[in-house]
């Protein structure tokens, strides 16, 4: 017999809550009531934890205890972090026993001298990790007393599905290698400045998902409106398709049911990871021939119909190329051939813009698949919009007058531009080749607001207008972040979910100049100096706080502003990954072939154990946690799937990194000894393993210094084993099993 459950509903706006108490918390959001008094100021607030917050940031005594971390750094206000810092918690404060391969009797681990030390000793990475303070409580090492203190989502995309990546402090000036940071001389007073730690504000204790009163409840995002393509747009498609006929000479158009649901295929499924098109004044009947199948082409890969997308493909293709030839290549003047279009001709500029959009999703297309349609086309392909978007003027925009029509098209040419620059990003990460534009290139204003882009309307844009900052330019927000003095993100003070988007996408570019300059001769060096990586992190800090103050910034993938701030973070994690390993080379996706792809980043990778490739290491155990506390199998094939590719390729790199580490980790008699904090680290992975992996046990799994590794490794394959959209997701399960393989080989004698 079931029993009945009872609910709370709010009178108000109709939700509904299983207790009584989260009820009365949340009515407190409609009436603004502050129960909560603080006994030493006269703040007050909605939420008790919101005062036991203020309490420790705001009043806390300044002096700290040898069983208090060095800092506490302050905690997010953004909704979302809850399982991230369960984990970081789990592995900071749990008890864990100390770990050693091939040793079953599991011995308490021995008291480091951290616990003995003043408050004004010195810091290192031998402390516990500052700022996971004893936000959980946990019997031991039950881990499932961790997997009971994340909450499951209340509703399908919950923003916990992706925690944010976080690491503990680590002090910018320490060297690369365990020996030089092993003792540490820095005095107590430098800890809290911005410099001493990666991601000073990212939430390390535990903040609630409930939003503060600054910030609205959380709302999903609203479906799009099916596009419907009438008989006449149809048949507008076809006559100008005639025109053509001398490269398309057979040509089959799908009914106008069948474009309808492409077309709508690419606005739910593409155009919010690449918002350049102004959906609320998008007009069908008006769009050029080119645009038109290239977006229809694009959706239909969304909607499950590849043969139609092929064929629009194709279409697109040979339309796109041959208007360039006609239209632009040979000047707006030239009567070598007549204009194509029977519509009213736009201006050169604007007939440029729509066929750089044109390429761009020909791009999108085509980048992700070996043959059908080839990944070659796509760095085929790329080349001509470079030269389109040169001809055009790479910092050319159309003028303003001060009216919404002509901002949007202001609007739309620079989002364009930008995200031709980070698809170019994206090939390097992909394909290990220079982007054919660099950052210095770029003299454009950061994207506007989601929700200014996204009004439907003149007057709600002029509202949201009116409640935006301005827009930095793109050279003076680099310049901020790597600014390395306090209060630098001040002068930028914030930037957009697609202007993070960018920022980071230039930051992995210069990481990956950097990396291949060290491979020089000249250089005198294979990998990135102290320097640099000190200068690389400072500007990643820079940008976590910065996305942090962006109000639209969530790491919900699935939030009403759309999925770019959620995409940016698995880039950042990247980013990071990237200071410890070299994977650009090693990589090899390129090749489509499963076996060369892990044979390359088994052989042409190795790590050394450091702080900094412990606290990556615990990076990637934080975006594997939440799908393990879900259902690996459920998430990748209901959530995954819908996903920004960069998930799946930022993924790989965490699996293998991470897969690196522990093998590092558990060798036999590690010299130097594992710290602490690599031993609870250890310990967190062989137990988030035998969760997922029903039947095995510690001593098997630490029999060998491989198949610890092999096993997280198969379960980052499984994320992306199911039915994709595009083949290049498929290829890095297929990759990660075989690597996975190899190191099950490694372990027979």
């Known amino acids: 017999m079931v029993k009945a459950t009872r609910s709370y509903e709010c009178p108000r706006c109709s939700r509904t809550f299983a207790r009584l108490e989260h009820l009365q918390r949340h009515e407190r959001s409609h009436t603004k009531e502050k129960p909560y008094l603080c006994d030493k100021c006269p703040k007050s607030f909605t939420r008790k934890d919101l005062l036991v917050r203020h309490e420790r940031l705001g009043h806390s005594s300044p002096g700290l205890s040898t069983q208090t971390p060095l800092t506490t750094p302050p905690t997010s206000s953004r909704p979302g972090f809850h399982g991230l810092t369960v984990l970081a918690s789990a592995v900071a404060d749990s008890p864990f026993p100390s770990v050693t391969a091939g040793n079953q009797n599991l011995m308490p681990a021995p008291h480091g001298p951290f616990q003995a030390d003043p408050p004004t000793g010195p810091t290192s990475f031998s402390e516990p990790f500052p700022g996971f303070g004893a936000s959980a409580s946990y019997d031991g090492d039950d881990f499932t007393s961790f997997l009971d203190s994340i909450p499951m989502p209340s509703h399908t995309y919950s923003p916990i599905y992706q925690p944010l990546p976080l690491f503990p402090p680590l002090h910018l000036e320490s060297g690369s290698e365990y020996h030089s940071t092993l003792v540490n001389e820095r005095a107590t007073e430098d800890i809290g400045t911005p410099a001493s730690s990666v991601l000073p504000r990212h939430g390390t204790q535990l903040p609630s998902l409930q939003p503060e009163e600054s910030h609205p409840p959380y709302k999903t995002r609203p479906p799009k409106v099916p596009i419907s393509v009438t008989t006449q747009c149809r048949d507008r498609i076809v006559r100008e398709l005639l025109d053509y006929a001398n490269v398309v000479p057979e040509q089959s158009i799908p009914s ?9 295929g690419y606005i739910t499924g593409y155009h919010d990871h690449y918002p350049f098109l102004h959906i609320p004044t998008l007009n069908i009947e008006s769009l050029p021939l080119h645009l038109f199948l290239a977006m229809a082409a694009l959706g239909a890969q969304y909607c499950r119909e590849r043969d139609t997308s092929m064929n629009l493909f194709r279409l697109a293709k040979a339309v796109t190329l041959e208007h360039t030839r006609r239209d632009l290549q040979w000047g707006e003047n030239s009567d070598l051939y007549p204009k194509t279009s029977s519509r009213d001709q736009p201006s050169q500029s604007q007939d440029i813009l729509e ?5 761009v999703i020909l791009i999108s297309v085509s980048s992700w698949f070996e043959h059908n349609p080839p990944h070659y086309e796509a760095l085929y392909l790329r080349s001509f919009m470079e030269t389109l978007l040169r001809k055009g003027g790479l910092n050319e925009l159309p003028a303003q007058d001060g009216s919404w029509e002509s901002w949007i098209r202001n609007e739309s040419a620079k989002r364009t531009k930008l995200i031709v620059f980070c698809f170019y990003g994206i090939h390097t990460i992909v394909f290990d080749i220079p982007s054919m534009i660099l950052p210095e290139e770029l003299a454009l204003d950061l994207p506007c607001t989601e929700k200014e882009w996204m009004a439907p309307n003149a007057s709600q844009w002029l509202e949201q207008r009116q409640q935006s900052r301005a827009n930095p330019k793109l050279q003076d927000a680099l310049a901020s972040l790597f600014t390395r003095t306090p209060g630098a993100t001040e002068q930028l003070e914030g930037f957009t979910s697609l202007g993070g988007y960018v920022l980071i996408h230039a930051i992995i570019q210069n990481i990956w100049l950097i990396q291949k300059a060290c491979r020089l001769p000249v250089s005198g060096s294979n990998s990135l100096s102290p320097a640099q990586i000190t200068s690389l992190e400072q500007a990643l800090e820079n940008w976590c706080q910065c996305w942090e103050r962006n109000q639209e910034s969530s790491i919900d993938p699935f939030n009403p502003n759309g999925p ?8 950042l994690r990247l980013a990071y990954i990237r200071l410890n390993a070299d994977f650009s080379s090693a990589r090899r996706l390129q090749t489509w072939d499963p076996d060369q792809i892990a044979r390359s980043l088994r052989e042409n990778l190795s790590v050394q154990r450091s702080d900094r490739l412990t606290r990556a290491a615990l990076h990637c155990a934080h975006a594997l946690s939440t799908p393990i506390k879900l259902g690996i199998n459920y998430v990748a094939r209901t959530l995954v799937v819908s ?3 960069q998930y799946a390729l930022c993924s790989l790199e965490c699996a293998v990194l991470l897969a690196k580490w522990l093998e590092v980790a558990t060798v036999a008699n590690p010299q130097p000894k594992l710290t602490e904090q690599e031993t609870k680290l250890l310990e967190f992975v062989i137990e988030m393993v035998m969760e997922a992996q029903q039947g095995v046990s510690r001593a098997w799994l ?4 491989t198949r610890l590794s092999a096993s997280i490794t198969r379960l980052w394959a ?6 994709y959209i595009y083949e290049l997701v498929n290829l890095i399960g297929r990759s990660l099993n075989r690597y996975a393989d190899i190191l099950d080989g490694a372990d027979r004698p």
């Open 256 to 264: 106008r049911h069948a474009l309808s649901r492409c077309l709508t």
């Open 355 to 359: 066929t750089v959009q044109s390429l």
């Open 564 to 571: 770019l701030s959620f995409t940016s973070t698995a880039l």
């Open 643 to 645: 996903w920004s590719n």
């Open 718 to 723: 499984r994320l992306f084993t199911a039915d």
């Open 702 to 705: 630490l029999a060998n210094h």
